[in-house]
Nanobody
Framework: QVQLVESGGGLVQLGGFLRLSCAAP????????LGWYRKAPGNQRELVAT???????NYAESVKGRFTISRDNAQNTVNLQMNSLKPADTALYFC????????????????WGQGTQVTVSS
């Protein structure tokens, strides 16, 4: 079992910045892709950014050039640096991890954190 723990959310003004962090403690072999998603009231959950074990990144168009995802494979953590924040970025942000439980396992299991609230005021 992997319990993801997010931190770093808060209230910030238009144009401000926040850094979200997510730790993945637990007993497992490795983590494949790590990602951040968000859900705003009345909207579906949407992808924000992902990073593979090889550090290949993918971003939603709405955050490209403003957000940066990074990971520390030794610490099993993933961060999301969010700059030039807009009110449209207001949402509950979740991290997730695709975990390989043991060496040679063919399946990956996806775990989710509880979410951290980001609110951007105008």
């Amino acid at each position: 079992q992997v319990q993801l723990v997010e931190s770093g959310g808060g209230l910030v003004q238009l144009g401000g910045f926040l850094r979200l962090s997510c730790a993945a403690p637990g007993n497992f072999f490795s983590i494949n892709t790590l990602g951040w998603y968000r859900k705003a009231p009345g909207n579906q959950r949407e992808l924000v950014a992902t990073v593979t074990a090889g550090r290949l990144t993918n971003y939603a168009e709405s955050v490209k050039g403003r957000f940066t995802i990074s990971r520390d494979n030794a610490q099993n953590t993933v961060n999301l640096q969010m700059n030039s924040l807009k009110p449209a970025d207001t949402a509950l942000y979740f991290c997730n991890a695709d975990v390989r439980s043991y060496r040679g396992a063919s399946m990956l299991y996806r775990y989710w954190g509880q979410g951290t609230q980001v609110t951007v005021s105008s």
